[in-house]
């Protein structure tokens, strides 16, 4: 009977885990810049207790946080520089390559990246149930990132070091919060397409898609996708236009068009690669893309999904790193990537109601009104735009439509903010490649001689 139930529950996971969201997480796509670089024998995992609640001192559980460190470059009091990780796994080759990397080499810095609580091996408590979720926070996660720095700088040889606090995407928001809270512990921060305003109906991401594809694709390709999307939403309307497009597109004759719920999924489907050009491709992709007649995903047996309200409602259990993301979302930051804007190309029917229905009401049971309410409380708390911090960098890429939630402008002399023309998300902390922009070569040198000047080493 246990094993027929396990086979019924993996079979209805695999079902239910196609159909929504199937892309990884910014932080996993990150990671994966990190996949195929040479891990150095420095590189050491380690482990650090961590209260489960750093804000209840009569809760005593712990949990073992991940993290790693590298002292190949570091000579005593060296600097400290910190990678922190976000919504996914971190690799420990991170302190292999790119940013962290370069500039402890260039100062005899010791390394270390640490892992965000209930992501990878970073587990406090079981993710699949709703009532552990309560103590992923990014307030817990900072509090984990300022135990580590404390414990580190107990150390005779680190004692002296200056703190440099790296992030990109939501760590960058984190490394720029870290300057906020712990002001004398951390003495510089590179905070990389860092989303700091909180944005429950973020609508401009799909707006700098489209820039994109008009800027570096052509007016054309902008026009061919607005058509394209109009025309789905136009085929949703009627119960002919809907039979029409699912043979057109192959969906199974089974698939419920006729739910705004499974027009959300299609579209989202079928705009997600889109999106992935224009956040993580560079000008080359979006032109060739633009250039290409063909885009349609096609395969060989129908493509089946299936939205209703009893699945869902039990597909957080899937562990999955977006599962627990999407809480974060819901509880803290929003970020609903929706069609409400007419300055975009994707047609209408990516709405904020379903967006919210779909992540937060059916996964968590998190109202509308909470998400809401929860975007309101985030940038209170850190300030949003104007987070009140110095020695902070704000870094950010033209292609990249979270820099549309990013300090674009420079908040002081001490605060400066870098706008990387033809830059996509993060990528001033990745590993340098060959068809990199001048632009963002350009960009890393300035970042690194604004740190250097600010822990007073000299370039
Ligand atoms: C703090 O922890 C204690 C002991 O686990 C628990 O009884 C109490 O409810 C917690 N308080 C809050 C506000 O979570
Ligand atoms: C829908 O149809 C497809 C193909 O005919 C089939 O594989 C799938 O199991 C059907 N799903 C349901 C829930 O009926
Ligand atoms: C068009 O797309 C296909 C498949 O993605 C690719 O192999 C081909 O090189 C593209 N053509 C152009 C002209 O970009
Ligand atoms: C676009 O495609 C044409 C032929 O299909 C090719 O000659 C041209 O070089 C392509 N341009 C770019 C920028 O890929
Ligand atoms: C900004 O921070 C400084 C130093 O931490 C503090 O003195 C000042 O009151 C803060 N300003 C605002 C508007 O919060």
């Known amino acids: 009977m246990y094993q027929l139930t396990l086979i019924i529950l993996t079979l209805f996971s695999l079902l239910v885990q196609g159909l929504f969201h199937e892309k990884e997480t910014n932080f996993e796509r990150l990671m994966r ?156 921060v590179i905070a990389s397409s860092a989303p700091l305003l909180a944005k429950y109906d973020f609508k401009e991401y799909l707006e700098t898609v489209g820039d994109d594809l008009k800027k570096y694709g052509s007016p054309s390709c902008y026009r061919n996708i607005e058509k394209q999307y109009k025309y789905y939403d136009d085929a949703f309307k009627t119960e002919e236009g809907i039979i029409k497009l699912k043979k057109e597109e192959n969906l199974c004759s089974n698939v419920s068009l006729n739910l705004p719920e499974n027009q959300f999924l299609f579209v989202e489907k ?84 379903t967006t919210s229905k779909l992540l937060c009401s059916l996964l968590y049971g998190i109202d509308d009104d909470s998400v809401r309410k929860s975007v309101e409380r985030t940038n209170k708390f850190y300030g949003a735009l104007h987070p009140n911090v110095t020695k902070v960098v704000f870094v950010n890429g033209e292609l990249d439509p979270w820099h549309r939630l990013g300090i674009l402008e420079d908040i002081s002399e001490e605060a400066p903010a870098i706008f990387i023309p033809k830059a996509s998300h993060c990528a001033d902390l990745g590993p340098a490649q060959s068809n990199d922009p001048p632009e963002l070569t350009e960009a890393r040198l300035i970042i690194k001689s604004i740190v250097k000047k600010w822990i007073k080493v000299a370039s």
Not at 108 to 125: C, K, Q, V, W
């Open 33 to 188: 810049n990190y996949e195929n670089i040479e891990p150095s024998e420095q590189i050491t995992e380690e482990w650090l207790e961590q209260p489960l609640d750093h804000f209840n001192s009569s809760d005593n559980r712990v949990w073992k946080m991940r993290y790693f460190q590298n002292f190949e470059h570091f000579k005593p009091n060296g600097p400290i520089f910190l990678y922190i990780g976000g919504e996914g796994p971190l690799r420990g080759t991170v302190l292999a390559a790119g940013m962290i990397y370069d500039l402890a080499s260039e100062t005899h810095g010791a390394m270390f990246a640490s892992e965000h609580r209930y992501y990878g091996d970073s587990i406090p408590l079981n993710p699949t149930k709703k009532e552990n979720l309560k103590y992923l926070s990014s307030q817990q996660a900072l509090a984990d990132i300022h135990k580590l720095l404390t414990d580190k700088k107990q150390s005779s040889r680190l004692k002296h070091s200056k703190v440099v606090v790296i992030g990109g995407s939501y760590a960058g928001n984190l490394a720029a919060w870290t300057r906020k809270l712990y002001p004398n512990l951390v003495d510089a």
């Open 270 to 353: 079928r705009a997600n690669p889109i999106k992935i050009l224009a956040q993580y491709g560079n000008v080359d992709k979006i032109k060739s893309y633009c250039n290409n007649s063909s885009q349609t995903l096609k395969q060989n047996s129908c493509e089946y999904f299936d939205f209703t309200e009893s699945k869902y409602a039990t597909y957080h259990t899937i562990p999955k790193n977006n599962n627990i993301w999407v809480w974060q979302i819901c509880t803290e930051f929003s970020y609903f990537q929706t069609t409400s804007s007419d300055k975009q190309p994707f047609g209408k029917s990516l709405t904020i109601e």
